[in-house]
């Protein structure tokens, strides 16, 4: 997989702030919106990636870890991060919708559900509606792309509305709407000098009964979180799996676990 820079796809200087890295954001939205490239192919692969690039850089936490990861793995940050932050994570909390919600009001172009509910798959779950009588298909918003009315959208909404959703649409149509799987969350703990140096290490996969190998990456750090794509639990009725997060815990030495249980027992 080719190396990517988020200052590079925004074309911005690794100093700039908040507001030039989003006037920046609006211009290139604007350049490479998809109603205005129908010919060129392209441009919507291009809109994909400033997506990303803005909803990293315009947070500050993202924003320090991806800087912290440059500063450490050089041209192979962008891989790093990826592995530690799923799509959804990385346009939580984003004004990316706002902002394509502006243009669409402003220019007449299409709005933030139809654009990424052709960028985003995983975000937007299609299906094909057979039976009784009906045929057609349509796609429900499951992703979690930042707020709508105030509340928030990550997750899909709330549980509850979820199953009526799911309920009804079988009770009308007789299908049932693609479920994607939970992600998982598990903790593993490594002696620092190999999270540093990096290599296989076996993880037993308690709810597949399974044996993984998983890569360390080179100068793992302590709290850092690894992912495995689609190795969560598995969707039902053609849903996606979910993924497996692995959090990196440092094995401490006995001596300082010694002297972690005397502090705690008796004090300073």
């Not at 100093?15 to 211009?27: G, S, V």
């Not at 139809?114 to 995983?122: E, K, L, T």
């Not at 909404?157 to 309920?167: A, D, T």
Request: glycine content about 12%; proline content about 4%; overall charge positive.
């Amino acid at each position: 997989m080719s190396q990517q820079d988020y200052y590079q796809i925004l074309g911005v200087d690794r100093n700039a702030d908040a507001k030039k890295i989003k006037d920046t954001y609006r211009e290139l939205a604007f350049k490479y919106h998809p109603d205005r490239n129908e010919k060129d192919p392209s441009s919507a692969e291009m809109m994909k990636k400033i997506n990303e690039a803005y909803a990293v850089l315009s947070n500050a936490e993202k924003r320090r870890e991806y800087d912290a990861m440059r500063h450490r793995f050089g041209e192979n940050a962008y891989g790093q991060f990826r592995n530690a932050y799923s799509e959804q994570d990385i346009f939580k909390g984003s004004d990316v919708h706002q902002i394509f919600e502006e243009m669409a009001r402003s220019f007449g172009l299409r709005g933030v559900d139809s654009i990424f509910s052709d960028f985003y798959g995983p975000g937007y779950q299609r299906f094909d509606v057979k039976g009784h009588g009906l045929h057609g298909r349509g796609f429900i918003y499951r992703g979690g792309f930042g707020k709508r009315r105030g509340k928030s959208m990550a997750g899909g909404g709330p549980p509850q509305l979820g199953r009526f959703v799911n309920y009804l649409f079988q009770k009308m149509t007789g299908a049932r709407l693609p479920q994607p799987g939970e992600n998982i969350y598990d903790t593993i703990h490594l002696a620092p000098e190999f999270a540093n140096s990096g290599g296989p290490f076996p993880y037993y996969h308690r709810q597949r009964s399974k044996k993984l190998v998983v890569t360390i990456p080179a100068g793992t750090r302590d709290g850092q979180q690894i992912r495995l794509s689609q190795m969560g639990a598995s969707g039902k009725h053609g849903g996606s799996d979910g993924d497996l997060y692995l959090k990196v815990k440092y094995k401490k030495p006995l001596l300082e676990k010694a002297k972690d249980f005397i502090v705690s027992t008796f004090g300073k």
